[in-house]
């Protein structure tokens, strides 16, 4: 990814915005957006990041691990760590074997009218849904230039193969609409200068992780993980 500068107002910049507190008078991070445990090695060149408080950052550890693992254990069709599709999931199962274990019991073996086995994977939805809203926060803040505070009015995650080809295309086919980004946001420059755009989406890894995002009556972010996991979340001012 390149260097974008940003010039948008310094007063959305005062607070975390997970929690709203005041970032100014105690400790901080720089996080990651996305986080990097949804990326392969090496990472790319000038990944974005965000200043939110300590508190926060050390709160999406958990259920960040979770979400690797677990993606690495559905495109795998296994929790063994010698059979991973994904180095990050293979490096989770071999260090945790208690969350190996929790997600091996999410695990449902079926057989099909034709004689074929089939796996469902149950997921913490929960947990799942923590670090797509917080990826998403991420990327408004850092492309937009606001914060999207309080809860979304939506959030879905659902895999591209359980969506109809209308229905991919409808979600791959993001209009950013007929409104230009705040004057000296990231996303104002990529419109205008189209750096890291395929389309109307930020490819931050091609074939592992891009999104895109827009305001208009609020926020929208659309976030598509390995080619499999589609996501979208929605503010509403």
């Not at 060149?45 to 508190?55: D, F, M, N, R, S």
């Not at 939506?154 to 993001?174: C, G, H, R």
């Not at 609409?177 to 755009?197: A, F, H, K």
């Amino acid at each position: 990814m390149e260097h974008i500068g940003e010039f948008s107002d310094v007063r959305h910049k005062s607070w975390c915005i997970h929690c709203g507190q005041s970032i100014t008078s105690g400790p901080t991070n720089q996080d990651h957006v996305p986080s990097k445990s949804l990326l392969d090695k090496p990472y790319p060149a000038e990944l974005p990041t965000v200043e939110i408080c300590k508190k926060c950052n050390s709160s999406f550890s958990r259920d960040e691990e979770y979400f690797s693992a677990f993606l690495g254990a559905v495109l795998s069709g296994t929790t063994d760590p010698e059979k991973q599709a994904l180095d990050i999931s293979a490096r989770i199962f071999r260090r945790n074997l208690k969350l190996r274990e929790r997600i091996e019991k999410s695990r449902t073996d079926y057989e099909t009218l034709g004689g074929e086995t089939r796996t469902i994977w149950k997921p913490e939805d929960a947990r799942i849904r923590n670090v797509i809203v917080k990826n998403a926060r991420g990327h408004v803040y850092y492309e937009l230039g606001q914060p999207a505070l309080g809860e979304p009015a939506s959030v879905s995650v659902i895999p591209m193969s359980a969506l109809s080809d209308t229905e991919q295309t409808a979600f791959l086919d993001f209009d950013h609409g007929s409104g230009w980004p705040e004057i000296g946001s990231r996303m104002m420059t990529r419109l205008l200068t189209g750096q890291d755009l395929d389309g109307s989406w930020v490819v931050v890894q091609d074939g592992v992780y891009r999104f895109a995002a827009t305001e208009g009556d609020g926020f929208i972010v659309r976030i598509l993980i390995r080619d499999y996991l589609a996501a979208e979340v929605i503010w509403r001012h």
